[in-house]
Every structure is written in structure tokens, then in C-alpha cells.
């Protein structure tokens, strides 16, 4: 992507709300960034704007009126220690109208272990000053401004959103009932070491606008009955999926029309593809046709303030096998503050008298509950553990309560999503050493005024000197990548003699600055690792962190090699791909380092913990593959603007990328030729046709001539092509068993007459002419006149449709009719295209394969394909998709936004401490799963390696046989000599051999062929067989066996590693 586009943006009339008169307070400091850098980013007006470049990712999350109501939203962040850093962090990145930073309290030691923003040489100055520099550079259109005063009723009336961290219970209560009463918005969040606790209070009437963010679904009608309850019958293609209480609307029913256009409508499912709705007994006869719709409907909630809340909570669980956990946390929480309020102090770490005292406390607090707060039999040792470790403030913990609260503060803004009823409780105690009778003592735990003394007062000084000594891999520098950098530089891992690799081969894009926080305006186009490295070197000097530009995968196998791996302590996958994920869990596996993997979408987020010789791999359980469109939908019959658009991309694909790669490789490629030909049916023709295209008869001369092209080609797909489907099928015509063609699924289309009057149509000439252009290296044109008057000079040839065209209805067809083409080539064609082509000498001019680019506004490519697609759903009634939708659907992002990166990255990290501290045990270790939009999590503990049997040996996927390849005379196995010892050693006979997609040896290779083999080293053959030199890197080699017992029964096996150096 281009460092400057001025992204599209788009005027938003934000209605005035209260702005900050608190700004010319003599307590507050505000840094307005003094210049405009150079992408576009710019103030926040009043009348503000969305600049689609920055916010790209989140507004398929949010969408364009959640952004608009947010921009209206000035939140007050109380409390500048490691979690309201966080939330501020998260709340900025998001860009509400304003944000506040409260804090009256100084920089300590013990701020250091989360508080990313602060470094050692701030200690003793306020925390809101210090912050608001660092995060006022996070988003220049985020106005931020730090307060140091004391918090007042009156003060807090300016504010949409008050979010308290740090603070104490009568606070907590006396703002809460404030704001209850006066409209404010009101979020509790606190960490306490392992523990964690969050409250919203949203008012006695909140409207959410949409409960779950998912996308509208649609089905397709075939039958509507007429009856007091009407009956809908969906097309068989695929199940509804609506539920009982969803409404639903209606359009393009024929006969029925009065549903056409209706009120939203309540339904009840009757089955995977019916459901009942109002009484259609006095409606019109149903024909055909018709789309059903979902429609989103409003919801209203009432909240009940702080203190009637404390009395009767409502609970949302975190984990389910903590059924009864919220509870006694909940009168925990309250003894912490009655604690604290008594000994101007929270308990000490792991101090026994203090943890007795604090059990006391809270079974004072329990008696005196009256509500359904009360709990039968307080659990005294959970409550002990909360004495233990509240002194703590662990940065993990607070990235997930940190990401919580900030999405809880954008729903409170916009109304999107379902907000937290009302209390949230957390805790990840399994962190804790293990065995039973583990305990710390006061002494390890206690603060020697360095930076990790927050984390030392959970773990104690041990665990500390063992993160700084760990080798981490990290695989990717994106949204996860910088939020697993910037906690593991809290933690202090790597912070002594250890090192965390990361790599990525990725530049900084604008549209990454929204997530990826690491990162800042003016660092668009630098690397992503180097800069991520740097920026966390400012947050922990300490840590040793080395950034590389390497993509993982076959080909950096000489860099990340077996040393490299045998070094590391362990692996996080940072990754956007499965791909990639499978690869570096292959690699885990066999080196067996442990994986911490996850991933977000949207709102949705996942933990998995990839453990050696403990749980299975992440490769051992797969999503359902996505389902793909039938190419005859896409080509003939599409009725969805997702069908239209994946023909644009296929479009731009097969103009603008492969022509030109294909020429380009006749041109230099000596054996393109040769290759060419040896491809199955009538492709080699096909291929070589293209070509002589390309660099003979659709050659452009000028601009003229490329705008020539580009009117012909549309004459072609929306006038010609349509006349000549129209033609093998008619409107009228009736399928063999006398339903009409054009009906379910199929939409019948219309040609379209071209007009230089018509937006769309000039946009798609301007684009394609200018890529046309681009892809010959020629000079282009954005001279709209100009342009339209050289349209009215271009003959375009008259069409008439012919008979005898046959156009496929199904693959199946497809399919078929392609079976019967590979029998038959045109060899006297091919033969003369051979003497057609030009030589390379011949040719003049410069070919540029175009690579698809999605975030730059300049480029034409997504004008090329909004029009494109746009025209072609014109062709068949489909509803036309803006570019925002279409750039979604097109380029294949994948929603985005910080406050889930967040959460997700915290969970990561408390596996991560698990992983150091070497848990045994598989009930220690959580996989997770979120969907902050419901809200909704799970944890469940990770599935055990599948346990597989031969003989009386168990194995997993961890184990493997060991085999040596150099014998003590220091020759080299031979294949017999390999058999022989799989035969003696492990009575096995091995039937197929084979390494990578090689097969070195199976029972039924023809006689002299495995005479052959069987004398030779097992590295010549390898060699051999897969035409590769062995890298200097490789230690060992891979093999899969395939075996039979003693009785000629087919074994499973695990694989061998077969060392050679």
C-alpha cells in the first residue's frame, strides 16, 4: 500500500454533545500533536469524519453509525495504574470524541510490572501526566487530556462514559448512584493479582441496536402457504438458520405480494427450512420466488445501580466449571476494600495472618448480606488465595480485563452489541504453582523496589529469574504479535539471558494503525518487527528482543533450522492464515516445543495450548472447509452480490494479472514452452492462445486503443454475453419436467445499453482502461471529458446471438463436457500458434502482471471491481454492495479491532506462565473462547493426544522411533539394513516407506528396481527419488512408515526421525 492516500472519507453530521470545558483546568495538561503526518490522519472536528484508511478493520466490526455515536462520546478513564492504561489505550485506538485520564497518585515500583507507558525514570510523577503524551500519539483524532484534581459529581457531568479503575468502594458507590441518576455511564474495573472484576451500569433504559453483530441472514422462498399461521418453505440449498422470535421481512415474492416490504414480521421455526409467520389465509395466491430477511430489532435493557446491584447481582460466567465462583468473589472483592480501608494497606503477599484476617473480614461481609448476594458456606480457601495475591498487578490480567472493559465502554457509547449484566468475575488461579501444598513465603514474594515486584508478589523471585532466561519464537508483528510483545516486555520475558525472535515479513499499512499500537503514523512503510522490537526496547530496556524479515515455512528452513528450534523454550503463533499456523505446528511437534496459538475475528477470539507429550496439536482438529461458489453460478446464474463480486476478482485475475504473467514467462522463461504443453486437455491451447493474445492481437498501441478495449470488453459481459444466455435460455423457457428455468436459485438476467450519462459505466471504463494500461507499462489517463468524448468515437461491432453455443447449467456438466475436450486437441492450431508467437527480440514493450491491492484508494483496482461487480448485479436485479461492503467481501479482510486482540493476548500469557513453570497437569491449562459481542466465553481444558497402539506400546503424536543413519564403522544405513532393523528390533515388517512426497520403498516396486535400493544408502535414495541435494542444515530426516505385526496385520505406527549428522 502507497504511504499517502488520502483515504475516502465520509461527512458525518455528529450531533453536539457536551464537550470538555474541564480543558482550561489548572490540572490539566494536554499535547496537541503538532503536525499532520503525511497519511491523512487529522483532528477530531465536531462535525467529524470517518477516515476509512485508519478505522478500515473496525468498521466491519462496528459499522459506520456505532463509529458515528462513538465520535460523539467523551469517556473519563480514573486511574492510570496497568489496567486503566489499558483500557485507555484500547478506548483511544477505537476514536471516541475525547478521552480523559484521571489519576492522582505517583509512578511506583509496583506500577512498572503493567503500567506500559510508565518507564523507571517517571517514577515519583504523576501517572495521568506521564500516560497522556504516550497516548495522545496512539490517535490524533483522539483529543487526550490528563486530570490530577479530585473527582466531583459536577466534574463527571461532562462526560458520556466513566470508566473507575484503582479506586475504592465508597467511591465506586457514590459515583455510581451520580451517574445512575444523571444519565452518566458508569464501568467498574479492577484486577487484583490473579483476580479480575468488572460492573457497567448503562442506565434504567439502554437500547441496543444489535445484539450480536452477526450479518443479516437471507434465504431463498420456494412456497408460502395461506393459513391463520402462513407456512414458509426456504429452497433446499441450505438451512435458514433463523430462530423462534427473529423477525423477518420479505421481498420479490410473486403472487403474495403483500408480503413484499412488510412490517418486520415474528416467526417460529418449524423446522431446518420452514417457519410459520402472521396469518396469510386473506393474502393473494403464492406463486414463486421471493428472499426472506432478517431484520434486526432493537432491544431495550434496564440496569440497577452500584449498590442495589451489591445486594442482588447478576452474574455473566467466564467458566462454567466455576459455577459458583462469581459469588464468593463477589463478597471477596468487598472484604479486599473493607481490608484496605482498615490497615490503609492491601494484604500483604502470601502473609498467612493477613489471608486469616481477610476470611474473617468476608464472612462479616457474607453475614451482613441480605439480597441473594449471600453465600450458604463461604469457599475460605479461594478468599485465602485472593489475600495472597491481591498486592499483585500482573500485566496479563489486566490485557483481559482491560479488553473487556474498553468493548464494554464502545457499547455504552453505541448501543452495539450486548453489554455485561452486570458483574463479571475472573480469576486464573491454575497460574499458581501446582502441587497442592505449594506455598510461597512472604520472603520471595516480598518488593525489592525493582520492576517486576507486581508480578514477584504473585510467583515469588523464581519464576521471575526463569522468564528472564527463556527463548521465545514469535511468528508474526501484527494486531496479536504487538500485544504479545508488549506483555511478554511486562512479564520480563527474555529480560536477562534469554532472547524472543519475532518475525514478519510485512511493511506498516495505515489501515494496521488502529490495532496494531505498536506502530505510528510515521512509521508507515517501515518494517513491522524492527519497529515492534523498538518500541517494546522503550518499555522494558531490558528485554532482549531481535526482529527478522523472514516468512516461516520450507524455504527459511536453513534459518530456522534444528539448532535454532532445539534452543527455544517454546513457540506463539502470531499468524492470520491457517496455512502458516499448520506449518509451524508441524514444526512444534517434531521439535517438541510447546505452542501457544490464537486468533480473533471481529469480536470473536480463541486460546488454544499446544502442550509436548500432553494435548494434541492444533493440527488435529480442522474447521469444515468454507464453501466455495459453483463455477456455473458464478459464470451463468449468480443471485447474490457475493456471486458478482468473486466474478469481479476473477475478472481482474484473468485481465489485468495472468495474461501479462503468462507472456511475461513465454518472453524469459526458456521451458515455458515445453511445460506448457505438457498440460492435461485443452489447456496448453488455452494458455498459448492468451498468449498470442496478449502480445499480438488485443496489444494496445496508446490510451486510445486501451480505452477501445475496455468499452468492447463491456459491451461484451453486459450486453453480448447476456443476449446470447438469453438466447439459450429464454425468459419464458421450462425446464424437462415443466417448472420454469428462471426460477429459485436462478435469476433472470438483463443486457445492459451502454451510456457515457451513466456513473458506473464510466467508472468501469476508467478503471479498466487504466489498468489495461498499467499492466502494458503504459501511460494512463484520470481525464474524465476527455474520456467520454473518446467514447463516442468507438464503433463497437454488432452482436447477434448464435445457435449451437452450448452453455453449462451445472459443475456437474461442466465437468463432464471438460472430460470429453481432453481427448480431442487441436494440434493444427497449436502448431501454427507456435509460429505466430513473436520472439522476445520482437517485443517492444513492457509487460506488468498487476498484484490485487485492497487499501489504496488510488490504484483503481477496487474501482475496478466495485464496478465490475456492480454492473454485473444490475444485469441480474441483485442489490449493488458500496465499496466498503465490497473491499470487505473482495479483499477477504478479516474484521479487526483491539479490545478482543487484547483479551485474547492476556489469556495467552497466563498459559505462557503456565508453560514456564512446567504444569504437569492437563486440568491446568485452559483453552479459550470468546465472542465479546454477546458477551459470551468458555474455557474448557485442552484434549489429550489421541493414544494410538501397536503391540503393547501406547503412542501419541509425539512420539517417534529414533533411528541413527551413521553406524559405529561410520557408514551410512543401507534401505536392507533399515528394514532389517525395524524387523529385529520392533517385529515389524515395513510395507511403505516414504519421505515428504517421495516413496522410497513399497513391497510392490517392480524387482529390479528394488535390487537396486536395497544397497543403497538411505540418503542416496532420497536424493534419488526427490531430485533435491540434501541441505547442509538438515540433521535428520523425516520418514513415514507403513507396517504389518507378526501376524500380517496392518499397524499404525508413529513416524521415524532418522538423524544423519
Known amino acids: 500500500m502507497s504511504s499517502s492516500p488520502l483515504s475516502k472519507k465520509r461527512r458525518v453530521s455528529g450531533s453536539e454533545t457536551k464537550t470538555g470545558s474541564h480543558c482550561s483546568s489548572s490540572n490539566s495538561v494536554r499535547t496537541e500533536l503538532s503536525h499532520t503526518p503525511a497519511n491523512g490522519m487529522a483532528k477530531n472536528g465536531n462535525d467529524a469524519e470517518i477516515d476509512e484508511g485508519l478505522y478500515s478493520r473496525q468498521l466491519y466490526v462496528l459499522g459506520h453509525d456505532a463509529m458515528k455515536r462513538m465520535q460523539c462520546s467523551n469517556v473519563l478513564i480514573s486511574g492510570m495504574r496497568g489496567l486503566g492504561v489499558e483500557i485507555a489505550k484500547n478506548v483511544i485506538l477505537a476514536g471516541v470524541k475525547s478521552v480523559t485520564l484521571h489519576d492522582q497518585g505517583v509512578a511506583e515500583w509496583k506500577d512498572l510490572s503493567s503500567q506500559f507507558y510508565l518507564r523507571e525514570e517517571d517514577l515519583g510523577k504523576n501517572r495521568a501526566d506521564v500516560s497522556q503524551t504516550r497516548l495522545a500519539e496512539l490517535n490524533s483524532y483522539v483529543p487526550v487530556t490528563s486530570y490530577t484534581g479530585t473527582l466531583t459529581n459536577e466534574y463527571l457531568t461532562q462526560f458520556q462514559v466513566v470508566v473507575l479503575t484503582n479506586s475504592s468502594l465508597d467511591e465506586q458507590t457514590r459515583f455510581g448512584d451520580f451517574c445512575h441518576n444523571n444519565g452518566v455511564k458508569l464501568i467498574v474495573a479492577d484486577t487484583r493479582g490473579l ?507 496508446n490510451w486510445e486503443d486501451c480505452v477501445a478495449w475496455a468499452r468492447n470488453h463491456w459491451q461484451c459481459q453486459y450486453n453480448n454475453n447476456i443476449r446470447q444466455l438469453l438466447h439459450n435460455f429464454p425468459p419464458e423457457q421450462l425446464t424437462s419436467s415443466g417448472a420454469p428455468f428462471w426460477s429459485g436459485p436462478k435469476r433472470c438476467p438483463h443486457p445492459l445499453e451502454f451510456s457515457t450519462n451513466n456513473d458506473l459505466h464510466m467508472d468501469y471504463i476508467m478503471a479498466g482502461a487504466n489498468l489495461y494500461a498499467q499492466s502494458y507499462g503504459m501511460p494512463t489517463s484520470t481525464d474524465r471529458p476527455a474520456l467520454s468524448k473518446l467514447l463516442q468515437e468507438i464503433k463497437v461491432p454488432e452482436f447477434t446471438p448464435k445457435s449451437g453455443v452450448k452453455i453449462h447449467v451445472s459443475d456437474q456438466e461442466l465437468q463432464s463436457a471438460n472430460a470429453s475436450v481432453g481427448k480431442r486437441r487441436d494440434d493444427s492450431r497449436l502448431e501454427e500458434l507456435k509460429t505466430l508467437l513473436p520472439s522476445n527480440e520482437a517485443t517492444q514493450f513492457k509487460l506488468c502482471p498487476i498484484e490485487f491491492e485492497k487499501d489504496d484508494d488510488t490504484n483503481f483496482h477496487m474501482d475496478f471491481i466495485v464496478a465490475a461487480s456492480n454492473l454485473r448485479a444490475e444485469n441480474y436485479d441483485i442489490p449493488p454492495a458500496d465499496r466498503h461492503k465490497s473491499k470487505l467481501i473482495a479483499g477477504k479482510i478479516i474484521p479487526a479491532i483491539a479490545t478482543t486482540t487484547a483479551a485474547v493476548v492476556g489469556l495467552v500469557c497466563l498459559e505462557l506462565l503456565k508453560i514456564v513453570q512446567k504444569h504437569k497437569s492437563l486440568e491446568s491449562y485452559k483453552n479459550g473462547f470468546m465472542n465479546l459481542a454477546l458477551p459470551f466465553f468458555a474455557f474448557s481444558e485442552p484434549i489429550a493426544a489421541p493414544k494410538h497402539k501397536y503391540y503393547e506400546i501406547d503412542w501419541t503424536l509425539w512420539d517417534r522411533f529414533e533411528v541413527k543413519g551413521i553406524q559405529p564403522n561410520g557408514e551410512e544405513m543401507t534401505l536392507r539394513q533399515f528394514l532389517d532393523y525395524f524387523k529385529n528390533e520392533h517385529k515389524l515388517e515395513i510395507t511403505m516407506l516414504s519421505q515428504g512426497v517421495s516413496m522410497l520403498y513399497s513391497f510392490f516396486m517392480p524387482a529390479a528396481k528394488l535390487k537396486e535400493r536395497l544397497e543403497l544408502p538411505m540418503t542416496e535414495i532420497v536424493t534419488k527419488v526427490s531430485k533435491k541435494k540434501l541441505g547442509k542444515h538438515v540433521k535428520a530426516l523425516v520418514f513415514e512408515l507403513c507396517c504389518n505385526d507378526d501376524t500380517d496385520e496392518d499397524v499404525e505406527v508413529p513416524y521415524v526421525r532418522y538423524t544423519i549428522r
Request: proline content about 5%; hydrophobic content about 40%.
Open 195 to 701: 483476580f479480575g472484576q468488572l460492573f457497567c451500569d448503562f442506565g434504567e433504559e439502554m437500547t441496543v441496536l444489535d445484539t450480536n453483530g452477526e450479518q443479516p441472514l437471507s434465504a431463498m422462498i420456494s412456497m408460502i402457504t395461506k393459513d391463520s399461521a402462513g407456512v414458509v418453505t426456504c429452497l433446499d440449498e441450505a438451512r435458514h438458520g433463523f430462530e423462534s422470535g427473529d423477525y423477518v421481512t420479505f421481498t420479490e415474492v410473486q403472487g403474495m405480494t403483500e408480503l413484499n416490504g412488510c412490517e418486520p414480521v415474528e416467526i417460529k421455526t418449524l423446522g431446518p427450512y420452514t417457519f410459520s409467520i402472521c396469518d396469510t389465509s386473506s393474502f393473494s395466491d403464492y406463486v414463486r420466488g421471493g428472499i426472506v430477511t432478517q431484520v434486526k430489532m432493537p432491544k431495550k435493557i434496564a440496569f440497577k445501580s452500584l449498590s442495589s446491584s451489591m445486594a442482588e447481582p447478576e452474574f455473566i460466567l467466564t467458566d462454567f466449571a466455576k459455577f459458583d465462583r462469581p459469588g464468593h468473589l463477589h463478597v471477596g472483592f468487598q472484604a479486599l476494600h473493607a481490608f484496605e480501608k482498615k490497615n490503609s494497606r492491601l494484604p500483604k503477599p502470601w502473609s498467612q495472618s493477613d489471608a486469616d484476617e481477610l476470611v474473617t473480614l468476608a464472612d462479616e461481609v457474607n453475614a451482613a448480606q441480605t439480597g441473594s448476594a449471600k453465600q450458604e458456606q463461604l469457599d475460605q480457601a479461594v478468599i485465602k488465595k485472593l489475600s495472597c495475591v491481591a498486592a499483585g498487578d500482573l500485566a496479563p490480567v489486566n490485557a483481559f480485563i482491560g479488553g473487556l472493559a474498553a468493548q464494554e465502554v464502545m457499547k455504552a457509547c453505541t448501543g452495539k452489541f450486548m453489554p455485561i449484566m452486570q458483574w463479571l468475575y475472573f480469576d486464573a488461579l491454575e497460574c499458581l504453582p501446582e502441587a497442592e501444598d505449594a506455598v510461597l513465603t512472604e520472603e520471595e514474594c516480598a518488593p525489592r523496589n525493582c520492576r517486576y515486584d507486581s508480578q514477584i508478589a504473585v510467583f515469588g523471585s523464581k519464576l521471575q529469574e526463569l522468564l528472564a532466561k527463556q527463548r521465545y519464537f514469535l511468528v508474526g508483528a501484527g494486531a496479536i504479535g504487538c500485544e504479545l510483545l508488549k506483555n511478554f516486555a511486562m512479564m520480563g520475558l527474555a529480560g536477562g539471558d534469554g532472547e524472543v525472535i519475532v518475525t514478519d515479513m510485512d511493511t506498516i499499512e495505515k489501515s494496521n494503525l488502529n490495532r496494531q499500537f505498536l506502530f505510528r503514523p510515521w512509521d508507515v512503510t517501515k518494517m513491522k518487527s524492527e519497529t515492534a522490537a523498538a518500541a517494546v526496547k522503550q518499555m522494558n530496556p531490558t528485554v532482549r528482543i531481535t526482529g527478522h524479515q523472514n516468512r516461516v515455512g520450507p524455504d527459511t528452513e536453513k534459518v530456522y533450522d534444528d539448532d535454532f528450534f532445539e534452543s527455544l523454550d517454546g513457540v506463539a503463533n502470531a499468524l492470520d492464515n491457517v496455512d502458516a499456523r499448520m506449518y509451524m505446528d508441524r514444526r512444534c511437534v517434531y521439535y517438541r516445543k510447546p505452542l501457544l496459538e490464537s486468533g480473533t475475528l471481529g469480536t470473536k477470539g480463541n486460546v488454544q495450548v499446544v502442550i509436548p507429550f500432553l494435548t494434541e496439536s492444533y493440527s488435529s482438529s480442522q474447521d469444515p472447509p468454507e464453501k466455495s461458489i459453483p463455477i456455473c453460478t458464478l459464470k451463468n446464474f449468480p443471485n447474490a452480490i457475493e456471486h458478482t463480486l468473486q466474478w469481479a476478482r476473477d475478472e481482474f485475475e484473468g485481465l489485468f494479472k495472468q495474461p501479462a504473467e503468462n507472456a511475461l514467462q513465454y518472453l524469459t522463461d526458456p521451458k515455458f514452452m515445453e511445460r506448457t504443453l505438457k498440460l492435461p486437455g485443452a489447456q496448453p491451447l488455452e494458455v498459448l492462445e492468451a498468449v498470442y493474445k496478449s502480445l499480438v492481437t488485443d496489444k494496445p498501441r
